[in-house]
């Protein structure tokens, strides 16, 4: 028997004295030892056995309206007329929340506006107790309910932090890999439950993380950022990386939850004198500043008339003189950071502008 020889047994000795025969078996041991050192490095965590393969490039970026209707806030009592009325005059682009517990009162303003589902956006989010892979879809099927809606345009991983589930008010931090919750948000687009899946407040690693690893694409990311915390590089970051920014509080810190001492984003001489000159509102400035860099905002009022000021943002046009004015005032401060609240240490926006780590 020659090195190339192989037993009679498997087959006749001629079929393995050709060259062809030993050229499909150098290609197919070839073809196993790659895959074999795939696997060795391929990382600790490997996605669940689902059957899903990567779909990565697939997914679709669709129009997101670029002014929303934040409801962070909104009272119970005054949900549902404040959203109504916002879609009858013209939203397109509702941001809730499962934690901010008017998800019922949201979805009701959402149905008295007879809107046909193909027009309007919707957003909502998981909350950090419900990590666990097997506790996501639970989650989302409640928000659904609430909104009283048969799918969402946007499910977005709330933070990149996970709480033991069933603690309550009490915060407890727990220890799920954001990959193990992202495979299972991977579920929810393929069952046709939420269009597309996004994150929110994540520092540059954890997306990073994400891109590598996802089977379906993020393609939403969701953070705080206005005049005060411009954050452009991380922006620009997020645009080249295929994912579109939204930012939230785009106010500033106009939020009484915040408890700022700073002088009021809307209150500052400088915004406030553009304004003046333009004969706009300074909420309507900033909105249509950072909608003229390519951000979507979603600012929250329960006063009827602030949410017809703020929705006319859309239609005011900038110089680049004024842009550029914004731009170099950028103050790097930060008003929503719950790292003490939570006890997150230093993971939470390491590297981003507005935290001393
Ligand atoms: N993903 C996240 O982790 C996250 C975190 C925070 C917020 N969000 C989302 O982002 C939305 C907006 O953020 P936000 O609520 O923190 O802050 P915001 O929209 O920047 O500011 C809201 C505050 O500004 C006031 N306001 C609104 N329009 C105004 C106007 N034209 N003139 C003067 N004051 C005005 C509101 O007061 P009145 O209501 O009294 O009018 C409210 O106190 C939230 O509602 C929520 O949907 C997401």
């Given at each position: 028997m020659d090195k190339f020889s192989a037993p009679t047994?498997?087959?006749?000795r001629s079929v393995w004295n050709s060259n062809s025969t030993r050229w499909t078996c150098f290609i197919a041991l070839s073809i196993i030892s790659l895959a074999l050192i795939w696997n060795i490095s391929s990382p600790a965590l490997s996605p669940p056995d689902d059957g899903a393969s990567a779909d990565y490039d697939k997914t679709v970026l669709t129009y997101i309206p670029p002014l929303g209707l934040g409801t962070w806030q909104l009272p119970k009592d005054k949900a549902p007329g404040i959203v109504q009325r916002a879609l009858e005059n013209g939203y397109r682009h509702i941001d809730a929340a499962l934690v901010y517990g008017n998800e019922k009162e949201v979805g009701q303003g959402i149905s008295a506006a007879k809107l046909p589902r193909s027009s309007f956006w919707v957003t909502s989010k998981l909350w950090n107790d419900a990590h666990k892979p097997a506790a996501v879809r639970p989650a989302l099927e409640t928000t659904l309910h609430d909104l009283g809606l048969e799918y969402l345009d946007l499910y977005l991983m709330h933070w990149p932090v996970s709480f033991k589930p069933g603690t309550g008010s009490k915060i407890v931090l727990d220890n799920v890999p954001i990959l193990e919750t992202w495979w299972e948000m991977e579920s929810l687009v393929r069952d046709g439950l939420v269009r597309q899946i996004g994150v929110s407040n994540f520092n540059q690693a954890q997306v990073e993380q994400l891109l590598r690893h996802a089977r379906i694409r993020p393609t939403v990311h969701e953070f705080e950022t206005h005049?005060?915390?411009?954050q452009q590089e991380f922006v620009d970051w997020n645009l080249e990386q295929g994912l579109r920014v939204i930012a939230y509080s785009p106010l500033g810190n106009m939020n009484p939850i915040y408890q700022s001492s700073a002088t009021p984003l809307l209150d500052d001489p400088f915004l406030s004198e553009m304004a003046n000159k333009k004969g706009i509102t300074v909420a309507q400035l900033v909105l249509a500043w950072n909608m003229h860099r390519g951000v979507i905002v979603i600012p929250k009022s329960d006063h009827g008339e602030r949410v017809l000021e703020n929705f006319q943002a859309q239609s005011i046009v900038l110089t680049e003189e004024e842009v550029q004015a914004i731009s170099s005032n950028d103050r790097k401060t930060r008003f929503s950071n719950p790292t003490d609240m939570w006890g997150t240490g230093t993971t939470l926006y390491a590297g981003l502008d507005g935290v001393d780590w």
């Open positions: 047994w498997l087959a006749p005049p005060f915390l411009q």
